[in-house]
């Protein structure tokens, strides 16, 4: 039986037209999305895609999908990604769990349209059960979280393998718990104007639209 991710990824296949140049983002959905879609080029499906994390492009090149380099002039005609919690009522998300975000927000923003794929456990009232990933430079990492706190939030440093987690981009991700999130955007303001944050998990105005997996199957929300 299809996994709640493989019923999403699949339905969202459908949205990718042959000829175009797509972005892809990564989490374990996504993963889902580059197998299938590895099996539709094997098919003929002439794609070209940009990955938002080397997780991606790795799996993306075994799967045999053709990637291209970030593009400078030229937009994707959709981005797919996945997410850890969407906001339905003014489609605000939160993303980072896997440590991606400022190279998603990046590949997101190079999009004509930016699909969410999500089992419906990610569908929430209000964002903030999930601790906001916020990448920060490694320099002076403290002195930033101190300023996270003044901003209300408990800032917990990722860890990897050995030692913390290091980003695609060499930097440090804090995961900051503040609590429910009632102004998306506002708390996003304000982090971005602290010294030392890079971005916010909080994708504020940019999703087009969300699948959404079920129980009872999978259901397209437009914005
Ligand atoms: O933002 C992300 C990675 O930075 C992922 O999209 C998010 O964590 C969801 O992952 P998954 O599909 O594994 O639940």
Redesign the pocket.
């Known amino acids: 039986m299809k996994s709640q991710?493989q019923q999403a990824a699949e339905e969202t296949l459908k949205l990718v037209k042959d000829g175009t140049k797509i972005g892809i983002?990564?989490?374990?959905?996504?993963n889902e999305f580059i197998v299938l879609l590895g099996e539709a080029v094997k098919d003929g499906l002439q794609i070209q895609a940009v990955t938002a994390s080397q997780q991606s492009k790795r799996l993306a090149k075994q799967h045999g999908i053709p990637i291209i380099d970030f593009p400078e002039h030229e937009k994707l005609s959709i981005v797919i990604?996945?997410?850890?919690e969407v906001e339905l009522s003014s489609f605000q998300a939160l993303?980072?769990?896997?440590?991606?975000?400022v190279r998603?927000k990046l590949v997101a923003a190079a999009g004509e349209t930016f699909v969410l794929m999500v089992d419906e456990h990610k569908i929430v009232q209000q964002l903030g059960h999930f601790t906001l990933p916020v990448e920060v430079i490694p320099f002076g990492w403290q002195k930033t979280a101190e300023r996270i706190k003044q901003l209300g939030g408990k800032p917990q440093m990722r860890k990897g393998e050995e030692g913390f987690f290091i980003s695609d981009n060499h930097n440090y991700i804090l995961d900051c718990d503040f609590g429910l999130i009632k102004d998306p955007n506002a708390l996003h303001q304000s982090l971005k104007q602290l010294v030392g944050v890079v971005e916010t998990?909080l994708f504020i105005d940019m999703v087009d639209g969300v699948y959404v997996a079920g129980g009872t199957g999978v259901r397209y929300i437009q914005r």
């Open positions: 991710k983002g990564s989490g374990s959905t996504v990604d996945g997410a850890d993303k980072g769990g896997g440590g991606s975000l998603e998990g």
